[in-house]
């Protein structure tokens, strides 16, 4: 465990577990640090793996003001706990709002990143202006009005999760206390800072354009807000693969762990065998 220290001051809490070359996971707005142990217990033995609680998570420090939070604040986070640990580059691997994350870090420094992988990406990208503020605003009233516990339940009714609750109900019990057990200010505050005030994928078409990195999008089949999005990456950013999951929804990685550690290992694992390569 370890804190690190973003550079407006916020402590950011973190885990760094096994050796080898760094994964630096990033997480969902519902998620924290736990939403990775899937993929943490089957890669630790061969790869450096660091994940961290965005700030907003306790025990990460929660910022009383919305002003502290937004896409660049999450994204220069991430160069935060890469500084913190001494690394160089990393693969990076985000989930829903942490790939809107990882994605804007890598425009901004693709030269830290070996790889990035984004898991359904996009949300509210295909919605009238101001609708997904106004929902994220439903949201957070919830949150701070009636507690975390009732925001918890709430997402158990999304249609793009409800599959985690049918496929995997101890990973779905998990979430749902997970979530049940963090800051209302904080991810309220993520709501309205970060969520809200986010520009439609489509924004940053000339931007993806120009990224080379490597990429993999991975889509749950009836995660439906990602699917437009998903299909734009893939045909925007040079070389992106696109990876659909039937019968899955948001949760791609609680939903089906298995199947996602090895799509996305195989990934990085490729990487990895172009880069040896002279």
């Known amino acids: 465990m370890s804190e690190i220290t973003a550079r407006d001051g916020t402590k950011l809490y973190a885990e760094s577990s096994g050796q080898g070359v760094p994964i630096v996971f990033v997480h969902e707005l519902a998620g924290s640090c736990r939403s990775f142990d899937l993929q943490v217990k089957d ?33 220069a986070d991430i160069g935060a706990i890469m500084d913190g640990f001494d690394l160089k580059d990393a693969h990076i691997v985000g989930v829903s ?12 420094h693709p030269e830290r990143v070996r790889s990035i992988v984004l898991t359904s990406i996009g949300s509210g990208s295909d919605l009238r202006p101001g609708e997904f503020a106004a929902g994220m605003e439903v949201l957070a ?22 599959r985690l609750q049918e496929k995997n109900t101890a990973e779905y019990k998990k979430f749902i206390d997970q979530l049940a057990a963090g800051s209302a200010l904080g991810i309220t505050n993520t709501m309205r800072g970060v969520q809200s005030k986010r520009a439609p994928l489509y924004a940053h078409k000339d931007r993806i354009a120009a990224l080379h990195v490597p990429a993999l999008v991975v889509l749950g089949e009836e995660d439906e807000p990602c699917v437009k999005p998903s299909h734009f990456l893939e045909e925007t950013l040079p070389g992106a693969r696109l990876e659909i999951v039937p019968k899955t929804g948001h949760c791609v990685n609680l939903e089906e762990p298995a199947l996602y550690n090895r799509l996305v ?3 990085i694992e490729g990487v990895e065998a172009r880069r040896a390569r002279p």
């Open 97 to 108: 709002m942490g790939s809107a994350s990882t994605l804007q870090y890598a425009i901004r």
């Open 141 to 162: 009233e919830l949150a701070l009005s009636k507690g975390m516990r009732a925001l918890a339940e709430h997402y158990s009714t999304i249609p793009t999760r409800y």
């Open 43 to 75: 890669w630790h033995n061969a790869w450096r793996c660091i994940t961290f609680n965005a700030r907003g998570y306790p025990p990460s420090d929660i910022p009383p003001s919305v002003d502290s939070y937004s896409q660049g604040h999450a994204a």
């Open 265 to 267: 290992m195989g990934f």
